[in-house]
């Protein structure tokens, strides 16, 4: 599903305008990438939780030259479904 696809199904089930179902999910995505910058979770009960977590530096490798490269630490969203998400789609 696509974001306008999502949009178009938001507006027919909440029956609202395809405008206004555009600027909730855009306020929703504000609203969790503003939390998860901060450092907080987000726990929307029933769906799951986003988080951030932090990967350490490591080693890799280039696949295209097999040379050896570092990968620097960063930190990275995180998505864990709850139980009613994985319920729904078992």
Do not use: C, H
């Not at 029956?15 to 206004?20: E, L, N, P, R, T």
């Not at 855009?26 to 029933?46: F, H, I, P, Q, R």
Request: charged residues 30%; hydrophobic residues 40%; proline residues 2%.
């Amino acid at each position: 599903m696509t974001k306008s696809e999502l949009i178009d199904k938001m507006a027919d089930s909440a029956d609202i305008s395809k405008v206004a179902a555009g600027k909730a999910l855009a306020a929703l995505m504000d609203g969790v990438k503003a939390s998860l910058k901060k450092g907080n979770k987000v726990s929307l009960v029933g769906f799951g939780t986003f988080s951030i977590t932090k990967r350490k530096a490591r080693k890799g490798r280039n696949p295209k030259t097999g040379e050896a490269i570092k990968i620097a630490a960063a930190k990275v969203p995180k998505f864990t479904a709850g139980k009613g998400l994985k319920d729904a789609v078992k």
